[in-house]
């Protein structure tokens, strides 16, 4: 996995790569009917932003699914105070 840049530009370009994987696998409804470059054109971005983020389009997938449960899991205070409820209803 490549290392993560933290500037602006960076997070948008990572975000249009998975607005665009997210689109395409709701169309296709499998990851492996899913190209690079058919991503790239979607996101209207170059092969080489591409791989300047990830390595390959199970890594966009995976990045998606750690945004979903970080969301998740801050969202959901009951779970985030799970450790103080051991044994006790909350």
């Given at each position: 996995m490549k290392v993560k840049n933290v500037n602006s530009n960076a997070k948008k370009t990572?975000?249009?790569?998975?607005?665009?994987?997210?689109?395409?696998l709701s169309k296709k409804k499998e990851i492996n009917q899913i190209t690079v470059t058919?991503?790239?054109?979607?996101?209207?971005?170059?092969?080489?932003?591409?791989?300047?983020?990830?390595?390959?389009?199970?890594?966009?997938?995976?990045?998606?699914?750690?945004?979903t449960i970080a969301e998740f899991v801050s969202d959901n205070q009951e779970f985030n105070n799970y450790d103080d409820c051991k044994g006790a209803r909350c």
């Open positions: 990572e975000e249009r790569i998975k607005d665009s994987f997210i689109k395409l058919e991503l790239v054109n979607d996101a209207d971005l170059t092969r080489s932003s591409f791989y300047t983020h990830y390595d390959n389009l199970y890594e966009v997938a995976r990045d998606i699914q750690n945004d």
